[in-house]
């Protein structure tokens, strides 16, 4: 990276004046991406050189293992001047991942303010709407202008995450409604508030899920969102950078799951062969084991075998197409109900479609394999019609199974992901191999 090299030569040759300006002149994410492939002590040195401001920006875009060395290698007082210049909901993800005794140093060196801020944070569950909010906005009350909104804006709108919208609450701060900062740029500056302001509004509570969050975001398309508590007290907003972060959360931890890994924080490159190695080895364990239920299933029909010894060869691509139609079944499932485009009211319409869809794949799987087994493998009808009943049956109750067992485990609160791993295409490898041997024996008299 040209911009890497340049910075380490500046570094290098303490020229420190110009290292300054060059990485005021770029965007703080770009600053970051750079630093995050520095070596630690000269990265380090490199968040010194910077004014607070700077580093304070910079430091919010570093991935977390970058923030943790750079915090705990500052002084107190160096640690608690970044803290004071991040927003609050950045600095309260920070210190979530830092020892107890680290934090308790950096918040004595804080404002108290900030101290504030971040305890109000802490109390909130994870990921919950409060554990990820930010309590930096500005606020207007019913009885000002827009002459008085603009002058707090200005006033106020520099310590806040985002000015975009602007909320306005009663002496109990309770929300009763929203004006755009577009409104009041393009309003007359004695327009009262009260006669312009939105009325209509999205929010959310503090306690809800930060998945349901980002759902609002994606129905709304909305740039910011009002968080309230139980009374109905504003007390916080949730800005679309970090519903970016927490959509990018949920799926590589779905992901996770459905590839049967136990889901972690760090980026690959950063996490050791050890960690993935933990990672990784209980589910191949698992799976391990219950694979040995197939094995057992193929043994409990060698004699079968023995005689039509041509079935071994159809046994890995039924096994195949049964786990895959009901992987393709069950992530569709997960991915409609994490984005709230269904849920357990939908059970029947769900099914019934299912059931559809797995018997045009299955006949059209059946046809297409019944044609190559005849004309390319020149089995016999009988042994034929074998094979494509059973990638009938398969792929039909592939289908049906996955999309059953994901609606009920998300029914009953767990995560259906997880339903979603290799685990499924083991039960359903296991039904696969039952079914072919069933319609062997009746239509084979084996």
Same mark, same amino acid.
């Given at each position: 990276m040209e911009i890497l090299e340049q910075f380490r030569t500046l570094l290098n040759e303490k020229n420190y004046s110009k290292l300054r300006e060059l990485a005021e002149e770029m965007n703080v994410q770009d600053v970051a991406l750079v630093l995050d492939e520095m070596e630690d002590e000269d990265m380090l040195k490199m968040f010194r050189i910077f004014p607070k401001e700077l580093a304070a920006d910079v430091f919010a875009e570093l991935e977390v293992e970058s923030q943790q060395y750079i915090i705990t290698s500052l002084s107190e007082k160096e640690a608690g001047i970044i803290i004071d210049n991040l927003y609050a909901d950045d600095a309260t993800d920070l210190l979530e991942e830092m020892p107890a005794n680290v934090v308790k140093k950096i918040l004595a060196n804080a404002k108290p303010e900030t101290r504030k801020d971040i305890n109000h944070l802490l109390q909130y569950p994870e990921d919950s709407a409060g554990s990820i909010m930010t309590v930096e906005f500005v606020d207007l009350h019913i009885n000002m202008t827009v002459e008085d909104a603009i002058q707090r804006i200005r006033e106020y709108g520099s310590d806040s995450e985002s000015i975009e919208t602007l909320y306005v609450l009663n002496p109990k701060r309770v929300l009763l409604g929203t004006v755009g900062l577009r409104?009041?740029?393009?309003?007359?500056?004695? +327009?009262?508030?009260? &006669? %312009?302001?939105? !009325? =209509?509004?999205?929010?959310?509570?503090?306690? $809800?899920?930060?998945e349901l969050v980002s759902q609002l975001f994606m129905k709304y398309d909305l740039v910011q969102?009002?968080?309230?508590?139980?009374?109905?007290?504003?007390?916080?907003?949730?800005?679309? +950078?970090?519903?970016? &972060? %927490?959509?990018? !959360? =949920?799926?590589?931890?779905?992901?996770?799951? $459905?590839?049967?890994?136990?889901p972690g924080d760090k980026a690959y490159l950063k996490t050791s062969v050890f960690e993935t190695w933990k990672k990784r080895i209980p589910w191949l364990l698992l799976l391990m084991i219950s694979a040995t239920f197939t094995g057992g299933i193929i043994k409990g029909f060698e004699d079968a075998l023995s005689k039509y010894i041509v079935l071994t060869a159809y046994i890995p691509m039924l096994m195949d197409t049964g786990g895959n139609s009901g992987n393709q079944a069950s992530a569709e499932v997960v991915r409609s109900l994490s984005l709230g485009q269904i849920s357990f009211a939908d059970f029947t319409k769900v099914i019934w479609k299912e059931i559809r869809v797995g018997v045009l794949c299955g006949l059209t799987l059946s046809v297409a394999n019944f044609a190559k087994c005849i004309l390319i493998d020149r089995l016999e009808y009988g042994v034929a019609l074998v094979i494509c009943l059973t990638i009938l049956l398969a792929v039909f109750i592939a289908k049906l199974f996955a999309s059953m067992l994901v609606m009920l485990i998300d029914r009953v609160h767990l995560d259906p992901a997880v339903v979603a791993s290799p685990m499924l295409t083991t039960a359903i490898d296991a039904v696969s191999l039952l079914i072919y041997f069933s319609i062997a024996t009746m239509l084979l008299g084996i």
């Open positions: 409104q009041l740029i393009l309003g007359n500056k004695e +327009d009262r508030i009260e &006669d %312009i302001m939105h !009325e =209509e509004f999205i929010s959310c509570t503090t306690s $809800m899920d930060q969102l009002p968080v309230v508590d139980k009374e109905n007290r504003m007390v916080g907003i949730i800005t679309v +950078d970090d519903v970016i &972060d %927490i959509i990018q !959360e =949920e799926a590589t931890e779905d992901i996770d799951k $459905m590839a049967g890994i136990i």
